[in-house]
């Protein structure tokens, strides 16, 4: 508690008072009484639960060392021969050599590993959850991505065979088009041609016609000039 609760400075000078009266070591005990004591009005005011008092002893107090000292002193000297039969004492000193095997430990400490440990485990499984949920985020975000692609790249296809098409339908409607045109054209010139065979046509038998005219006149003429005769 005393880490919590008291400054550096202010821990290295309760050690020094602990080490320095060794054969009382219940002077400890007195020490948490005058803390507790002196800050009854926050505790009254503020402590509630089990979990305010936690959160209350992890803060650094306020209450000058000094007058800590003083009541935890009063408290040893006015209590110590009616509270303590000597239990602290059979505990103590501490063996020489290696240290004797912690068994017990404050309930507070014990309670608020346990919660940290509930805690942290929680966290742990809150975060594989996370972790999973983001892990099929990606894969779903991957898959959708991946149709996106095939549907982006079919529509590519489909645009490009559109267009190729057209543009195949374009050079096919480009090629019947001149090709119209050269058979309008041969067209033309055959008609042109028939036009000019017939009108040569037409003139020779005109030229027929009027020689053979000719030669009737010719001949009519002859006849009437020898029955003249």
Do not use: C
């Amino acid at each position: 508690m005393f880490t919590e609760v008291l400054a550096k400075a202010d821990w290295l000078r309760l050690f020094d008072h602990l080490f320095t009266y060794k054969d009382d070591p219940e002077l400890l005990l007195f020490y948490a009484a005058a803390f507790l004591k002196a800050n009854r009005t926050t505790i009254m005011q503020q402590v509630f639960e089990v979990d305010d008092m936690i959160a209350f002893q992890s803060r650094t107090s306020t209450v000058p060392f000094k007058k800590l000292t003083e009541m935890a002193f009063r408290m040893h000297h006015s209590m110590r021969e009616t509270l303590f039969t000597g239990n602290v004492q059979n505990a103590l000193p501490l063996p020489k050599g290696d240290y004797p095997v912690l068994s017990r430990y404050p309930e507070q400490v014990t309670a608020t590993q346990v919660k940290l440990r509930e805690k942290i485990i929680s966290e742990e499984e809150e975060i594989l959850k996370k972790a999973a949920l983001l892990e099929e985020l990606r894969i779903k975000t991957e898959q959708v991505l991946a149709n996106e692609e095939r549907i982006r790249k079919q529509q590519e296809a489909a645009s490009l065979a559109e267009i190729e098409r057209r543009q195949k339908l374009q050079v096919e409607q480009e090629e019947l088009l001149q090709n119209r045109i050269r058979l309008e054209e041969l067209t033309r010139l055959a008609k042109l041609e028939h036009i000019r065979k017939l009108e040569g046509a037409l003139e020779e038998a005109l030229m027929r016609q009027q020689t053979l005219k000719q030669q009737e006149v010719r001949v009519a003429e002859e006849e009437f000039e020898q029955r003249q005769r």
